[in-house]
């Protein structure tokens, strides 16, 4: 079922809003929590900061533009704001992560060739049964391989699976990844992709480093002035 009411997402479908709103239930404490602070933020005055950049977004970021009262910046990737900062330890030391990172990892990561492993997100906020869990796990597994909607449909970068998660398809959609012309062509979008991210915090002239910059001047030091 496609939902045609959403501005900037036109051919989403309905399997891919959020679980956790998707209800008929009109008290449900989730749905009116979203709907209430939605309202808020559209009609307060105050600035609203995204976690994103404009070439990746533009179209979403304009259409909440139309209804917001307060300015919007976008200063996203707030990863590779981190460039931008001085060599000074404790601001280096900053970081986006709420948990304790572990870096280990990358010894692994680079341990391995260019493009021989596949990268599995399954989000913040999703939930699996333990069937689809293993049944996932398996089709990992089977390959013998390294271990929504936007991803794929509009950025080009990522592969849909459904709800009832067979390792058979889990299997051929990495086969696909790794071996077909298709996971290079998205291995190829998400270079590009990078490209766009990190030219948006580029100084003097990024997107993002600009919005960085007018929220620094036009909201806190503002605020210091008031003082």
């Known amino acids: 079922m496609v939902v045609d009411w959403v501005p900037s997402m036109k051919g989403i479908q309905l399997k891919y809003i959020p679980t956790f709103i998707l209800t008929t239930d009109k008290d449900d404490i989730m749905l009116n929590f979203l709907k209430f602070t939605t309202e ?5 005055s105050a600035p609203i ?3 994103s950049f404009d070439a990746l977004e533009h179209d ?4 909440i533009l139309k209804i ?18 001085s060599d000074d330890a404790a601001v280096k030391s900053l970081g986006s992560n709420l948990w304790k990172e572990d870096s280990t990892c990358f010894e692994w990561l680079d341990s391995k060739k260019p493009k021989s492993v596949v990268y599995v997100s399954f989000g913040s906020i999703t939930t699996m049964t333990n069937e689809n869990l293993i049944e996932f796990a398996w089709g990992l597994a089977n390959k013998q391989q390294t271990n929504c909607w936007f991803s794929f449909e509009k950025w080009g970068i990522g ?3 459904d709800n009832d ?3 058979s398809e889990v299997e051929r959609q990495v086969r696909e990844l790794m071996e077909d012309k298709r996971g290079e062509e998205m ?3 998400a270079l590009e ?3 766009l991210a990190e030219e948006a915090l580029a100084t003097p002239s990024g997107s993002s480093y600009l919005d960085f910059e007018k929220l620094v001047n036009q909201e806190v030091l503002s605020l210091k002035k008031v003082k």
């Open 68 to 85: 917001v009262v307060g300015p919007i910046y976008n200063i996203g990737p707030m990863q590779l704001q981190l460039n931008n900062v």
């Open 49 to 51: 900061i995204f976690n």
């Open 193 to 195: 992709w990078k490209k």
């Open 159 to 161: 592969m849909e699976i």
């Open 40 to 44: 808020r933020a559209a009609k307060s």
């Open 187 to 189: 291995a190829s979008k």
């Open 60 to 63: 979403v970021l304009e259409d």
């Open 165 to 167: 998660v067979r390792r």
